[in-house]
């Protein structure tokens, strides 16, 4: 049985494929694996929001957990590192006002993850 | 065949196909869409779906660890099965004395089911200490009866003037099996190991009994301690079964052909 025979079937290009796949995705996990995650809190006007508590909880099967908290930057800004989780939830407060919970499914753990849209948050 | 009867023909079989492809079409519905599967009126294409609860599935179980496991002891079976069942099947194909209650004992043992014998199993697995270990779990699947005698059935269809001819060419008993019967014996190694993969990989009974600690788990065990650990996970639940039952059935689809020759040959060359 010569080499291309043994290559070239559908057996050895299926196994084949599978590897590549694999090797291509944990490559682009490792690159991407930092737990990165930034965003802005705005108000209903879009607005930044100064010194607004984000809150950064871990959602499992059973349960939802408290993982992390910071503050919000001149420009609205935040951000988590290493936040090791796959299926975070972010909320937001300063004084009455509250951004409703989001939920944010990830592919992988620990996926960086940037905020397409603001928290805004809402009195 | 006319066209009226081949119609009727398809129509039947595409109609036994829809009903025994609905419950996997259901199951990978389940797996990307959460949906519980009592809502009524249920919904035939998923509502939004997405890939999470394989993610979910992914981490709620040690899955490369349950996956490596189920695969090492699969990949143990097919190897050990492939070596015993064709040297089986090989002196079947010879006269010897007593071969007809050695073909009785084979039938008769096929007879009985496993679960009548998994106590002696057990104790013979203890006394080996092979009890939650790998081999311990793929011990009684390392030869099957159906799989001998399927060799058996594909070497007698080898024309005996070949063997003659090896023998008169001086090669052994060895190296006739090696080199001619299994060759020519494609579709019998191919039914071989798709059986012996697919048995061992759904095998759940015998795991359960001989393992005892988790980094022993295979696949179906881990479906179970799945299932122990949360009881609302619809979504993860069956992306979980769909991601058990997905190397067996690739396995079946990638051999498949070679599947259904090895089943037939020996009956229409026999």
């Known amino acids: 049985m010569d080499w291309k025979s043994l290559l070239l079937n559908r057996f050895s290009l299926t196994v084949g494929v599978l590897v590549l796949g694999a090797g291509l995705w944990n490559a682009y996990v490792s690159v991407n694996d930092d737990g990165r995650i930034s965003g802005r809190v705005v108000d209903q006007t879009g607005q930044p929001v100064v010194g607004a508590t984000v809150a950064l909880s871990r959602k499992t099967v059973s349960s939802v957990d408290s993982v992390a908290e910071t503050q919000t930057g001149s420009s609205g800004e935040f951000s988590f590192v290493d936040h090791g989780q796959y299926a975070l939830l972010l909320s937001a407060t300063k004084a009455d006002a509250e951004a409703p919970r989001r939920t944010y499914q990830l592919w992988f753990r620990n996926q960086n993850l940037v905020l397409d849209e603001p928290l805004v948050l809402l009195p | ?270």
């Open chain 2, 1 to 270: 065949m006319s066209l009226r009867s081949r119609i009727f023909t398809h129509a039947i079989l595409i109609s036994v196909c829809f009903f025994m492809l609905l419950p996997i079409y259901w199951v990978i519905k389940t797996s990307v869409s959460g949906e519980n599967l009592f809502v009524y009126p249920p919904s035939i294409i998923p509502a939004d779906p997405n890939m999470f609860y394989y993610v979910e599935a992914w981490y709620t179980v040690d899955f490369v660890q349950l996956f490596s496991n189920s695969f090492l002891i699969a990949t143990l079976v097919v190897i050990v099965n492939l070596v015993l069942n064709a040297m089986a099947g090989y002196a079947l194909t010879k006269h010897f004395p007593g071969k007809s209650l050695v073909m009785s004992f084979l039938l008769m043992s096929m007879m009985i089911p496993f679960h009548a014998t998994i106590i002696p199993a057990y104790l013979l697995t203890a006394e080996l200490g092979l009890l939650n270990s790998k081999l311990g779990i793929a011990l009684p699947a390392l030869s099957h009866i159906v799989c001998i005698l399927l060799f058996k059935s594909n070497f007698e269809a080898v024309p005996s003037s070949l063997i003659q001819a090896a023998r008169l060419d001086g090669l052994s008993e060895w190296q006739i099996l090696t080199k001619i019967m299994i060759p020519l014996s494609k579709p019998a190694v191919a039914t071989n190991i798709i059986l012996s993969f697919i048995w061992s990989w759904n095998e759940f009974l015998w795991p359960l009994i001989v393992v005892r600690s988790p980094d022993q788990q295979t696949m179906p065990l881990g479906l179970v301690s799945f299932l122990a650990s949360f009881e609302d996970t619809t979504g993860s639940l069956y992306a979980f079964c769909v991601l058990v039952v997905l190397p067996s059935m690739l396995v079946f689809l990638l051999a498949q052909k070679d599947f259904i020759r090895g089943l037939t040959s020996g009956a229409t060359k026999g």
